[in-house]
C-alpha cells in the first residue's frame, strides 16, 4: 500500500530551541529543499516541478510570498509519497523512473496555482518521493488553506491515479518529525 504523509512539527522544543515552528521560519524553504534535492538521495536526478526553476526553487518561493507580502506564517507545505520494496518491485526495471512519472502527476494537482517540487529519494529499501509546495497561491497572493476537503480531494486524486495505473491502494496519515534529518 502507497502511503501518503503530509509532514509536520508537533513538538513544542523544536519552537522552545529555534524561536519559530517549522515551517514558520525564514530558513525553512532552503532546508527542506536542499534536503529533498540532496544528490546523494537522488544520484540519477528525477526531479521535476511546476511554477518554478529547480535551480532556485527556495529563492523563488521566498520572492513570490514576498511580493505578495505573505512571507509569514507557514511558508511550505511538505508531503511524501512511498512505497514498500515489493511495491516498487513491480515498476522493475524502471522503479525509479515510474516513480518521477507518478511524483510528475501527483505534483500536477496544485500545478496551475501553487510552485511546487519534487524529487525521488532513490532508497531500495523504501523509495518515496518528497513533494514541497509554496503555501501562496501565484495566480491570487493567498496563502493555501490547507483545508480537509482540499486534502480528501487530493487524496482521492492520487489514489485513483496509483489504483488506476498501477493497482496499489493508497493510504494517507499525517506525520511529525522533530528535525530535518527525520525526514
Known amino acids: 500500500m502507497a502511503v501518503l504523509k503530509v509532514k509536520y512539527d508537533t513538538n513544542p522544543t523544536y519552537k522552545l530551541q529555534t524561536g519559530a515552528k517549522k515551517y514558520h521560519d525564514n530558513a525553512s524553504l532552503e532546508d527542506v529543499i536542499s534536503y529533498v534535492l540532496l544528490s546523494e538521495k537522488t544520484p540519477h536526478h528525477f526531479i521535476g516541478g511546476y511554477s518554478v526553476n529547480l535551480n532556485q526553487a527556495a529563492l523563488e518561493m521566498k520572492m513570490l510570498a514576498y511580493a505578495y507580502g505573505k512571507d509569514y506564517g507557514v511558508r511550505l507545505r511538505h508531503f511524501v509519497l512511498s512505497f514498500s520494496c515489493r511495491e516498487a518491485r513491480r515498476f522493475h526495471p524502471y522503479i525509479y523512473e515510474t516513480l518521477y512519472k507518478i511524483g510528475g502527476f501527483t505534483a500536477n494537482y496544485y500545478r496551475g496555482e501553487y510552485q511546487i517540487i519534487f524529487a525521488v529519494h532513490e532508497k531500495p529499501e523504501n523509495p518515496h518521493i518528497h513533494f514541497v ?17 482540499d486534502y480528501h480531494r487530493f487524496q482521492a486524486y492520487v489514489g485513483k491515479f496509483l489504483m488506476e495505473q498501477y493497482g496499489l491502494e493508497l493510504m494517507a496519515v499525517k506525520d511529525h518529525y522533530n528535525s530535518v534529518e527525520d525526514l
Open 133 to 149: 509546495m509554496n503555501t501562496v497561491n501565484y495566480m491570487t497572493g493567498k496563502k493555501y488553506r490547507a483545508d480537509i476537503g
